[in-house]
């Protein structure tokens, strides 16, 4: 039992860089997100899917961009990686809306010189 | 602006005694809440919920009340178990945008024996 599976869980990048940050469920739920989580924020949503083909925008958005062109599959891309984005960062989904449980990932531990 | 407020860092609570965790919201708009458990290196899990049409919750230990007047809720666990020892979110999703869940800063509970 899978469940939401995130890799890497570390990585270090240069300031510049892009990676993907990769995000699959085998529970066929609709709904998955990406959230960040820094020291005295709490968890904020980057950006979230509804569906297949239907992605749209969280709170804090800039830097990050998001396909989903499966049910499973919910990448994170960071275009050019800056030291603002280090953070650790978590992948959820859940069936429905979001006043549905969510089942989170353990997270990627990312590092931006 | 900070829409959900758990305005305690961290608790320590005696084993077999009531932990308390609160949350202050801002939004009147908010109409669903929920409470994550986050253990060190893990993604959060699920714990609790209640809807704005109740004032309480009940699952086994674990109780939410809420007082919309006061736009207040707060968990109660009794009895606490070193288990209990995590960061505790709560978080809340608004009528108006069923999507996103805004999560509060979190509370470090400690439960010692």
């Known amino acids: 039992n899978a469940g939401v599976t995130q890799t890497p869980k570390f990585q270090v990048l240069k300031t510049g860089q892009s990676m993907t940050l990769q995000c699959a469920q085998d529970?066929?739920?609709?709904?998955m997100s990406w959230y960040r989580q820094d020291p005295g924020m709490g968890l904020r949503l980057i950006h979230y899917?509804?569906?297949?083909?239907?992605?749209d925008q969280g709170e804090v958005p800039n830097g990050y961009n998001v396909s989903r062109s499966t049910t499973e599959d919910f990448p994170l891309r960071l275009l050019s990686a800056a030291p603002s984005q280090t953070s650790v960062y978590f992948c959820?989904?859940?069936?429905?809306?979001?006043?549905?449980?969510?089942?989170f990932g353990d997270g990627t531990r990312l590092s931006i010189l | 602006d900070q829409q959900v407020k758990q305005n305690s860092p961290s608790l320590s609570v005696q084993e077999g005694r009531i932990s308390i965790l609160n949350c202050d919201y801002t939004?009147?708009?908010?109409?669903?809440f929920l409470w994550y458990k986050k253990y060190p290196a893990e993604g959060p899990t699920f714990l609790i919920s209640?809807?704005?049409?109740?004032d309480k919750n009940e699952d086994g230990r674990f109780t939410v009340f809420l007082n919309k007047s006061a736009k207040h809720l707060s968990l109660h666990i009794v009895p606490s178990q070193p288990g209990d020892s995590a960061v505790y979110f709560c978080?809340?999703?608004?009528?108006?945008?069923?999507?996103?869940?805004?999560f509060g800063t979190g509370t470090r509970l400690q439960v010692f024996p």
């Open positions: 959820a989904s859940s069936y429905g809306q979001s006043n549905q449980p969510q089942h």
């Open positions: 529970m066929n739920h609709e709904y």
């Open positions: 899917s509804v569906g297949a083909g239907i992605t």
């Open positions: 939004n009147s708009m908010f109409d669903y």
């Open positions: 209640i809807s704005s049409i109740k």
């Open positions: 978080a809340a999703r608004a009528t108006y945008n069923t999507d996103k869940l805004i």
